[in-house]
Structures are given as C-alpha cells and as structure tokens.
C-alpha cells in the first residue's frame, strides 16, 4: 500500500469506528480536524503523511471515554498504524502526538514538541471554537446532561487535569473555561489568524445570549 492508501484506508477505519457517537465526538470532528490539519500544514512545510496519520487517529480513544485512560488513545493508533505496516519512526510520531494533544484545564500547559504536533493540536482547537466549537459545546453539555446557564454560577480556571476533568459547570461556563482561551494558545501564525476572527464571533454570541436570556431583543 502507498501513503495515500493507507489515509484512505484509516480514514475508512475511523470513520466506521465513530459511527453513532454524538457527544461532539464524531467522525466529523475528525474529519474537519483532518481537512483544517492539510491546510495548516502545506503553508508550514509540514511532514503531511505523519500530520494526516495524527489528524485522523487524534481521537481514536478519548480518555473521557475510558475513565480518564490517556493511555488508551495512543495504544489503539499503534495497533491500526502496524496492521497498516506504517514506519515504526512514524507510528512513534503519531502515538506521541495522540498522547500529548488535549486540552488540560486553564492553568494546564501542553507544549507540542513537533510542528506536526503544533499543528494537529491547533486544527483540533480551532474546531472547538466559532460556529462549530459553539455547537460541539452544547452537543457535549446536553449529552451529559448538563444546564446551559445558571446565573450567578462562576466559570473555574482549573490548575490540574484532574479538576477539568471532573467539572460538571453549565455549558456557557465552559467558554471561559476553554473556548475564549484558544486564541492566545495558537501555535502556529495561521490558526492564530483563523482563531482571532472564530473568538470574536464567540464573544458577539455570548453578547446576544446574556440579552437574550434578560429578555431584551
Ligand atoms: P477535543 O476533541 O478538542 O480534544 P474535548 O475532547 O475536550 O475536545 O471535547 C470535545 C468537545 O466538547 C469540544 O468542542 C469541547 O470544547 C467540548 N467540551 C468539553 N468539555 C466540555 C464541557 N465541560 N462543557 C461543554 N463542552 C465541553
Ligand atoms: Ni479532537
């Protein structure tokens, strides 16, 4: 198989893998992560089959889906790369961006030591913010159960992955948890620019709901 069967291939693998899920975790998210990656990545010169690999397999085993294992993720990728006959070098790659991407709470850094890496991880950011990234929080909000505003309920910045993980807030408490965040942690300048304009977007949405909910027009 050559490198562009072997995308096609995985894409095929996760896209059935994902099927039914829609907590905001779909093969969608993977796709637009994937489609935002490629675009990233041709303007930064970056190594695309590594990039597309890790775009695509990026959520194969969401730790939030297995109870918190963020070990998961990257053992599942390395089980698809190999029975793909992937480059060891590569598959190494790929698990150790799986393994390190995902957002830890406010005061939780998660520096990517690669530029496949950066890239991967702003593609991933940039889909939880603008239109998009408003829908997938309320997606989640609502598969959890979870109220969209409660007034007078504070946002938290978290200072560990094991208090982000366990929040349970409103959903609208989440943009400024995470989604306002985003821009500032943009590694490279593109998703920088892209983020820029989602977040004002953001910020216009959070204007109107607060007015709304107050019942002005
Ligand atoms: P990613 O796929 O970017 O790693 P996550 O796994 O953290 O994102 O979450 C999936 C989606 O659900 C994202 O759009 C994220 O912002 C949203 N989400 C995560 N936690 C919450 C929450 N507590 N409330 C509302 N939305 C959330
Ligand atoms: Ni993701």
């Not at 775009?55 to 969401?62: E, K, V």
């Not at 890496?117 to 998009?132: E, N, P, S, T, Y």
Request: hydrophobic fraction near 35%; charged fraction near 30%.
């Amino acid at each position: 198989m050559n490198s562009k069967m072997v995308i096609e291939s995985i894409a095929k693998e996760v896209k059935k893998r994902f099927e039914g899920e829609s907590s905001g975790h779909d093969w969608w998210h993977v796709y637009r992560v994937w489609k935002m990656a490629q675009h990233i990545g041709r303007e930064e010169g970056a190594d695309m089959y590594v990039l597309e690999l890790a775009a695509l397999l990026h959520d194969i085993a969401d730790h939030k889906f297995h109870n918190g294992d963020d070990t998961v993720g990257p053992k599942i990728a390395r089980q698809v790369l190999s029975g793909h006959k992937v480059p060891d070098d590569v598959i190494d790659h790929v698990c150790e961006i799986i393994a390190t991407l995902s957002y830890k709470g406010a005061g939780v850094t998660t520096d990517m030591r690669t530029l496949e890496g950066k890239i991967v991880q702003d593609a991933d950011r940039l889909d939880a913010i603008g239109a998009v990234g408003i829908a997938r929080c309320f997606a989640y909000g609502g598969h959890k159960n979870r109220p969209m505003h409660i007034p007078g309920e504070e946002p938290v910045l978290h200072q560990s992955k094991d208090a982000y993980f366990k929040s349970a807030g409103p959903s609208i408490n989440h943009f400024y948890e995470k989604l306002l965040l985003l821009k500032d942690r943009m590694n490279t300048k593109i998703a920088r620019r892209i983020a820029e304009e989602r977040h004002k977007y953001m910020e216009d949405y959070l204007d109107r709901f607060y007015r709304e909910w107050e019942g002005e027009a």
